[in-house]
């Protein structure tokens, strides 16, 4: 009865010449509504980059024995670059998740909030390269006073097809609204030949201003951080699914990075067979360390780890790439293949032991280390990988898988960034000589 007397004023008022009254509420859809929620906690960042640069009195030798000659006679200049990115407000204190690239090698990051004129200057708090996120703090208010924010949500029960809307505050003036479905839920995306990750594809246009911002479903709700584009396709964007964000949040805000999870497992091929049968790869367990998490979980030598958290893995590296967002103490369950029956385990996750990682290297290389200032080979270890090749006690390893070393520190750290990825590459002097091996 209600929509027949409206339709009649609407008619009624045609036929007389008044301008029809606005119907606007009508056509406050679930994408109005859920941009009208979000978008108070979506900001723009700006940051400011000083770069020192000498004037060249040899224009056109630049990097050449001529600029190390006449460099003296340069003038060092201050120069200012920007970049500009959006981000978002994930909690009343302040915190805003961005993209790493936005605020990378900032000198000064600004950020500012829809409807208020000026910027403020805010904190950088952590961030990871690889992952490409990144955590602000803006300036504390005064008290009773809190931000406009929104909550992680989730992303692991996405739909393809399913509406989302991605959100971004590129130049200050106010929201940059996108519309698109979901391609993908999960999808992993190669970022280089050495890291792979797990993207939310959606058709929804992500653009250099609004990188950083969040990707909301039709309810409202935070599932993703804006993070890239396919320059090779049109129409192809990426979101950082709100589920990795949530895992790894709580180390940007408290360590300032990622340290990485250590699970123990040597992930080896399954072979392809076992990939043309499946569609997909997964990991051979060829290898376990002993007291480790994955053995403490359960996991036996021969297993194959089909999926982690319902993500297929495909390759050892893929497998060790996935775990680079799990941080200690995070929990991750594992689909895995023993025999001809699938089954789920759970593996609670620790930081990376160095005696552990040492004890690894020595049964996988076949050689030990020692020193503080320089790291010098104190054990061969008969019929090893490394007596093999003719390494002596008393060799300097001076550089693994292309990165110097300084002492044990680094050594592991390395490791640990290549555990269960083989061949390494070591660089070895003896005397006047340097040698490169591969082992094992």
């Avoid at 994408?31 to 108070?40: F, L, W």
């Avoid at 653009?207 to 090779?232: D, F, K, M």
């Avoid at 480790?292 to 036996?300: D, E, M």
Wanted: glycine residues 12%; hydrophobic residues 45%; negative net charge.
């Amino acid at each position: 009865m209600q929509g027949s007397l409206r339709l009649v004023v609407v008619v009624c008022l045609v036929l007389s010449g008044l301008p029809r009254p606005s119907l606007a509420f009508e056509r406050r859809d679930a994408v109005v509504r859920a941009v009208e929620v979000c978008s108070p906690a979506v900001v723009n960042i700006r940051t400011e980059q000083i770069v020192t640069r000498r004037d060249n009195p040899v224009f056109g030798f630049g990097g050449s024995l001529f600029e190390e000659f006449f460099g003296q006679f340069s003038r060092p200049q201050d120069y200012t670059t920007q970049s500009l990115g959006s981000g978002v407000v994930i909690d009343p204190e302040g915190l805003v998740l961005t993209n790493a690239h936005v605020i990378a090698k900032a000198s000064k990051i600004f950020i500012a909030l829809p409807g208020n004129s000026g910027e403020v200057e805010g904190t950088l708090v952590g961030y990871d390269e690889l992952l490409d996120l990144a955590v602000v703090r803006l300036p504390e208010r005064s008290a009773g006073q809190s931000y406009p924010h929104l909550q992680l949500g989730r992303a692991d029960d996405l739909l393809i097809g399913e509406s989302v809307i991605a959100i971004g505050n590129p130049l200050g003036f106010g929201s940059s609204i996108t519309t698109g479905v979901v391609s993908g839920p999960l999808r992993a995306l190669s970022l280089g030949d050495d890291f792979t990750a797990v993207f939310i594809q959606t058709d929804a246009l992500i653009n250099p201003g609004n990188s950083g911002g969040p990707l909301i479903n039709i309810n409202g709700e935070l599932i993703g951080i804006n993070t890239a584009i396919a320059r090779q396709a049109q129409g192809i964007g990426f979101a950082i699914p709100a589920d990795v964000v949530r895992r790894i949040l709580p180390e940007l805000v408290t360590q300032g990075r990622i340290r990485r999870g250590f699970l123990g497992v040597v992930p080896g091929e399954t072979g392809q067979a076992f990939a043309d049968a499946r569609g997909y790869g997964g990991v051979l367990v060829t290898d376990l360390l002993e007291g480790s998490p994955a053995a403490r979980a359960g996991i036996h030598l021969a297993d194959v780890i089909l999926a982690l958290d319902e993500v297929p893995v495909d390759s050892p590296r893929e497998f060790l790439n996935f775990l680079r967002s799990y941080s200690p103490g995070g929990k991750v369950q594992l689909r895995i293949l023993r025999g001809m029956k699938e089954e789920q385990v759970t593996a609670v996750l620790e930081a990376v032991p160095m005696a552990a990682m040492l004890e690894y290297a020595r049964k996988t290389f076949g050689f030990s280390l020692a020193g503080s200032n320089g790291l010098l080979v104190k054990e061969i270890v008969s019929g090893s990988p490394a007596d093999q090749v003719g390494m002596h006690q008393g060799d300097h390893v001076v550089e693994v898988a292309g990165r110097r070393l300084k002492n044990l520190n680094d050594y592991v750290a390395v490791l640990k960034d290549r555990f269960g990825l083989f061949p390494l590459t070591f660089l070895i002097v003896r005397g006047d000589q340097g040698y490169y091996i591969d082992l094992p």
